[in-house]
């Protein structure tokens, strides 16, 4: 039960945040104006494709219901194509149009199931993103929800509760949970919105989301007769949100377990110590006044590695989880070792430069090792005591097992790591194939470059956790 006081400082820290977050009428209707034109402009280039293309172009997103986060948002413009063009066909005409639109040097393109054009013009980012005109559940890609995910939600959300979803995108930014891409793994602005729409406001999804244990089922149409059907349909998953418009998708199937745990403690904490540092843009300063506490002298002298890749522009969504691949296979080879991978992060701005960082329980690999046999009872045996007859260190050790001390080719991560890409030992992703790799241990790095990163380094050796210091 939350005091008469405390409720009273929680209404004060969430009218602040909305002076800050929510857009004025005049300045929207202005982008509107704007925008307006840009979708009379992608009609016209694409009118010839389209079956009704009065209906058949519509903005998407947040940005129709005005549930943005000011001066933190994109225009997101859907085209509904028959079903009978390609999805090459769909490519062509979308960047045909946004070429013509904005010159081509300032289109770039993007994917999600498919690719589509974005453009940055006046400070304003705009995605013009293809999909198939078809009916629920007879998806020929996933875009093709968005027609019908804007729909539910222009009917379904009062708007009265407008601010309430504005607070809640920024509680999410502030806490860093917000974002479904492949790189954070958090809450995207649909789900965000049915979650406001189910609990019904920013201060009722706060309370159930700190009293969230896995896994976690709702079902706002009521798709599904019982929750163990659901659990049948989405096993393994802590937090399911049935699709209101498509009963076989989980909205959060994105969000990371980490993410689901971080947002129940940030709730947690905002319900014990509210406060406006929680929220987006106030988080900035607490985040950097709490990452700032270490040094980067300190940084430098634990056992970190780092690998900078030096590449050309690349498909955040594909490039991401190649890295993410890679830096599962280099872990795995260096715990082959005996040496524990405590923790890794991953960096990319797809332009030109990415980092992974893992953080070592030793720079130092142990010298020698055990190699186990075969048991004694095994007909393996002899053959392995005949391959094996001129070492010196063999015995049947206390499992049955023949053993013996081998000694390491290297003793340095650094080396053994240079080693395995050079000699290719493990496979690397085809979208890393051509890059720039270096390895170096983070003390061996440019300061000058590090600074530049100070922030992202110190969140990963810290966490950025940063409500733990409210408590």
Request: net charge positive.
């Amino acid at each position: 039960m939350i005091s008469k006081d405390k409720d009273i400082k929680i209404r004060d820290i969430l009218s602040l945040v909305l002076d800050k977050i929510k857009i004025d009428e005049e300045s929207y209707n202005k982008i509107l104006e704007y925008v307006t034109e840009i979708v009379d402009k992608v009609r016209r280039l694409t009118s010839n494709y389209l079956e009704d293309p009065d209906n058949d172009i519509f903005l998407g997103g947040s940005f129709p219901r005005k549930t943005f986060v000011k001066d933190n948002y994109d225009i997101d413009i859907f085209i509904r194509f028959p079903p009978g063009l390609t999805r090459n066909e769909l490519r062509r005409i979308v960047f045909d149009a946004a070429y013509k639109l904005f010159g081509k040097d300032n289109v770039r393109e993007r994917f999600a199931d498919h690719p589509y054009a974005e453009a940055t013009v006046n400070g304003i980012t705009i995605n013009i993103v293809p999909s198939y005109k078809t009916e629920p559940p007879n998806w020929m890609s996933p875009v093709d929800r968005s027609y019908f995910h804007t729909k539910y939600l222009s009917k379904k959300l009062p708007r009265d509760l407008v601010d309430d979803v504005l607070l809640f995108k920024a509680f999410l930014k502030g806490v860093g949970c917000y974002g479904a891409e492949i790189s954070i793994k958090g809450f995207s602005g649909y789900l965000s919105e049915l979650l406001i729409i189910y609990y019904g406001g920013f201060k009722k999804a706060l309370d159930k989301i700190a009293k969230w244990k896995p896994p976690v089922i709702i079902d706002i149409e009521n798709h599904y007769n019982t929750e163990r059907e659901i659990l049948d349909m989405f096993p393994k998953s802590h937090l399911i949100v049935i699709d209101p418009i498509d009963k076989g998708r989980n909205v959060a199937s994105a969000l990371s377990l980490r993410n689901f745990s971080r947002i129940i403690s940030a709730s947690r904490a905002f319900i014990k110590s509210p406060r406006k540092e929680f929220f987006y843009p106030f988080s900035r300063i607490v985040i950097e006044n709490y990452l700032y506490s270490i040094s980067l002298n300190k940084i430098t002298k634990m056992p970190i590695l780092t690998i900078l890749l030096i590449h050309g522009e690349k498909i955040e969504d594909i490039y991401h989880g190649q890295l993410e691949k890679l830096a599962k296979k280099i872990s795995r080879q260096i715990e082959l070792h005996d040496v524990d991978v405590l923790k890794t992060s991953i960096y990319s701005d797809y332009k030109e430069k990415s980092l992974i960082l893992f953080f070592l329980s030793s720079k130092s690999i142990p010298g020698f090792y055990v190699k186990k046999g075969p048991p004694v009872y095994f007909k393996s045996e002899e053959d392995y005591l005949t391959k094996n007859r001129g070492s010196q260190y063999l015995w049947i050790d206390a499992d049955g097992k023949w053993s013996s001390i081998k000694k390491r080719n290297y003793i340095d991560v650094k080396e053994l790591v240079i080693e395995i890409l050079n000699n290719k030992v493990i496979k690397i992703p085809s979208e890393i194939v051509d890059d720039e790799i270096h390895v170096l241990y983070i003390d061996e790095m440019d300061r000058e470059f590090l600074e530049n990163f100070r922030s992202w380094i110190t969140s990963f050796v810290k966490g950025e956790d940063f409500w733990r210091t409210f408590y």
